[in-house]
């Protein structure tokens, strides 16, 4: 039998140039499905994601009950079920290799009476459901997983949760927007205290669907609440640019000689912007201009040159606002003179695939040195970095694209064993990539 490969090659390539629009951000896109199917009536999607993720989402929440539609325009229509409620549906709920889907669906869907399984890819399954199923356990929910508490897992609840005051032991958006969207049926209060703020994209988008939330800051986090039973009402949701997907483009350009691009449409909330904070004081040579606002957030277009990169220290306080872009940071930081220490980052370990580990491999076996610690990395940069190795992605999208911005640079061909995965946060990044110039071979579609 003839097997497909699925692979993908980096070559070195040099003075990338031209102008790209980053793709629909994904945290948003999640939230957008699924805020628009718990509202009462239409709600109006542009620059929707369409990454294999959000498909995920959306099937899912077409499941529990939600019309959801995608126009001519490519906008996305949604009926949502307002006071009807989600349903239960007969088959599991598989939500693919997203982790921000299933662990918002399952406290979006554990606010109304339900029975549900849900499941997802090998991926999915091996990562901790239990920062999410306990506290909506607390609230008063039944879940069942042969796995503790992996997936797959059997949510019931009866639609009539007690409210919780809730402090979170991680900084985690994921596990604040769980417990938010649980009590929005709750009569009272629910609260979130986090120590670190993370991604802020659920209260503003609850406020963007009529709802009020309160957020107060407190040392380096904060304490949110929202009082139910809360009736969000459709809207307009515009998606603006993904500064994760962003993030490959730009650290491909700051390491590539001769380069000069330009990246529209980049969302710039600053808890998501520890990236180009960190980039910036490594000597990046980063100008964001052509502030704008979209969809309730300030988004810009980003100016990326070709630099010669310094070592910093990051700040641990730091990693919410860049928790998905420290694979990428690990790139930059093998070109930059000195070291890039890294800490405070355990979390990764816990995503789409062991991240610390991941990011160790691959940058070890393309010549660079590194070092691994319980919770962080540290990188010793230089400007010649060998490549040639051929990375294992560990089915993690992230790990995939890091590896191939790394061949542009180094001084031979770098090659990834599996490309597929990219497509659920980022399917036109070949595209765009070549857009610049960057020379990438992919498997035939
Ligand atoms: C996300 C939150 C982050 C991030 C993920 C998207 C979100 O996870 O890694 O890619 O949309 O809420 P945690 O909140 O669990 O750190």
Redesign the pocket.
């Known amino acids: 039998m003839k097997t497909m490969y699925n692979g993908a090659k980096a070559i070195p390539s040099t003075g990338l140039r031209g102008v790209i629009t980053a793709p629909g951000d ?2 948003i896109s ?2 957008a499905i699924i805020f628009g199917a718990l509202a009462q009536g239409e709600t109006q999607v542009t620059g929707l994601l369409r990454g294999d993720d959000i498909m995920s989402t959306i099937d899912a929440m077409r499941a529990l009950g939600a019309k959801i539609t995608e126009n001519d325009d490519q906008s996305w229509t949604i009926t949502g079920r307002g006071k009807d409620g989600l349903i239960s549906p007969t088959d599991p709920i598989d939500c693919g290799n997203a ?2 889907g299933v ?2 669906i399952m406290g979006a869907a554990s606010a109304y009476e339900l029975d549900t399984e849900f499941t997802g890819d090998a991926s999915l399954r091996s990562r901790p459901m239990g ?1 999410v199923l306990d506290p909506l356990r607390k609230m008063g929910i039944e879940a069942d997983s042969q796995t503790g508490d992996k997936l797959p897992a059997r949510i019931k609840s009866s639609g009539n949760l007690k409210p919780l005051d809730y402090t979170s032991p ?8 769980a417990v938010l969207l649980a009590g929005l049926k709750s009569e009272g209060t629910t609260t979130v205290r986090e120590s670190r703020l ?2 802020d ?2 209260e503003n988008m609850l406020r963007a669907f009529g709802a009020t939330v309160n957020a107060r800051p407190k040392d380096d986090g904060q304490i949110v609440s929202i009082t139910g039973p809360v009736n969000l009402t459709g809207t307009r949701v515009n998606v603006p640019g993904d500064p ?1 997907s962003a993030a490959f483009a730009i650290v491909a350009a700051l390491i590539t000689p001769g380069s000069d691009i330009c990246i529209e449409n980049v969302m710039m909330n600053p808890t998501r912007t520890g990236l180009f904070e960190t980039l910036a004081e490594m000597g990046g040579d980063i100008r964001a201009d052509n502030f704008r606002k979209s969809g309730g957030e300030v988004i810009a277009d980003l100016h990326v040159r070709h630099s010669m990169l310094r070592g910093v220290t990051v700040p641990p306080q730091r990693a ?1 606002a860049m ?2 872009e420290y694979p990428i940071l690990a790139v930059a930081a093998a070109f930059a003179r000195g070291t890039t220490i890294m800490d405070g980052i355990e ?1 990764l370990r816990v ?1 789409e695939s062991d991240r610390i580990s991941a990011t160790v491999e691959l940058l070890r076996r393309n010549g660079v040195d590194i070092t691994e610690s319980a919770g962080g990395m540290r990188v010793r940069g230089g400007t010649d970095i060998v490549g040639g190795a051929e990375v294992k992605t560990y089915h993690d999208h992230r790990i995939a694209m890091s590896a191939l911005i790394l061949g542009l640079a180094a001084q031979n061909p770098v090659t990834i064993d599996d490309a597929s995965m990219i497509a659920t946060s980022f399917p036109s990044f070949f595209e765009l990539m070549e857009t610049i110039g960057a020379k990438i071979e992919r498997p035939a579609a």
């Not at 991680?170 to 927007?177: C, F, R, Y």
């Open positions: 994904k945290s999640h939230r982790g921000t662990r918002l920062r991680h900084a985690s958006a994921q596990v604040k927007s993370s991604r994209h659920t994760s919410p928790i998905d979390e995503k």
